[in-house]
């Protein structure tokens, strides 16, 4: 717990989650490998908004572009935004 304890959040609808997203940008080598890690997640989240779209299942996929993009907001300077961002 007193690894996992510092990467909880709670969100606006007062749910704990892990935030994996913010907690993997210290594991990597350097900030190009979080960058490269961020690119796949964009790229994941999108597709399976796309994929799922008119599923019950739509709504996870729309709370991870919305913290994704929380993330990054967060976490990356304001110019990479846009390339970062769902």
């Known amino acids: 717990m007193k690894y996992i304890l510092p990467f909880t959040k709670t969100d606006d609808d007062g749910v704990t989650f892990i935030d994996y997203l ?3 940008q210290t594991e990597f080598q350097g900030p190009e490998d979080y960058f490269d890690f ?6 994941l989240v999108s597709k399976r908004l796309l994929e799922f779209s008119g599923s019950p299942i739509l709504h996870k996929y729309r709370w991870l572009r919305k913290y994704h993009n929380r993330v990054v907001r967060k976490q990356l300077n304001k110019k990479l935004h846009q390339e970062y961002c769902i």
């Open 22 to 24: 913010g907690g993997m």
């Open 38 to 43: 961020l690119r796949v997640h964009k790229k």
